[in-house]
């Protein structure tokens, strides 16, 4: 089954400075990898999503991320960081064949705050 | 065009007891997901419903069910719960299955089992 670790539980940026998130995934195939992002009493939102082609992903509200398999990497970047960019966010896998357990997997979150 | 709605958005129950949440998913939406967040877990799948059929499952005992209905709109059972039940369940929806298509979350409800 596929698995997913975000090693940092929490990180603080100040606003302007570079961000990079990083995920690191377990499957044997090649994967389905997401990056969601939740606010504050929000629901999850999709920010980019990478299933094959281009290993430079780019993403809304300014983020990017790239896969990097001999890493099994999928970090998430963004150039510089927002106030508005406090969240919490999380990696996701997705396995590209259908069993009975093996679904999108959430990593445990990354919570980002933003100093001013 | 409306979002992923959820009722209701909180809930207090008492062990033993069943409940039963609702999911509208965004029109059109054929696929629903659930999902379970604690701050222990994270974010867990619990099943997914494609056109009233569930299309695959979590690692979850069989307290957790699920239906959807012929509009789409889903809902999910918890029978004799427990105290570890207590969670916020996220739905989401998607036009086909959740890894092809977009996933739209609801706001989630906030279950708190006493």
């Known amino acids: 089954a596929q698995s997913v670790t975000q090693p940092d539980i929490h990180i603080t940026v100040s606003e302007g400075a570079s961000l990079e998130l990083r995920c690191n995934y377990s499957?044997?195939?090649?994967?389905?990898l997401f990056w969601y992002v939740q606010s504050p009493g929000q629901g999850l939102q999709l920010l980019l999503k990478?299933?094959?082609?281009?290993?430079l992903v780019q993403g809304i509200k300014g983020f990017e991320a790239e896969f990097k398999r001999s890493q099994s990497s999928f970090n998430l970047r963004k150039p510089s960081v927002h106030w508005s960019d406090a969240a919490e966010y999380f990696c996701?896998?997705?396995?590209?064949?259908?069993?009975?357990?093996?679904?999108?997997?959430f990593g445990p979150g990354t919570s980002l705050s933003v100093i001013p | 065009k409306a979002g992923v709605t959820q009722t209701p958005r909180y809930l207090i129950k008492t062990r033993g007891q069943q409940v039963t949440l609702s999911c509208s998913p965004i029109?059109?939406?054929?696929?629903v997901s659930w999902y379970q967040q604690t701050p222990g877990q994270g974010l867990q799948f619990l099943f997914e419903?494609?056109?009233?059929?569930?299309?695959n499952k979590g690692n979850f005992p069989g307290r957790f069910s699920g239906r959807q209905f012929s509009n789409s709109r889903s809902e999910m059972n918890v029978s004799t719960l427990e105290l570890g039940d207590s969670a916020l369940y996220l739905c989401?929806?998607?036009?086909?299955?959740?890894?092809?298509?977009?996933?739209?979350f609801g706001p989630g409800t906030r279950l708190t089992v006493t």
């Open positions: 989401a929806s998607s036009l086909g299955d959740s890894l092809n298509y977009e996933q739209y």
């Open positions: 996701a896998v997705g396995a590209s064949v259908k069993t009975s357990y093996d679904k999108v997997i």
């Open positions: 499957y044997g195939a090649t994967p389905y």
């Open positions: 990478y299933f094959s082609g281009d290993t």
């Open positions: 029109s059109g939406h054929r696929s």
């Open positions: 419903y494609f056109s009233e059929t569930q299309r």
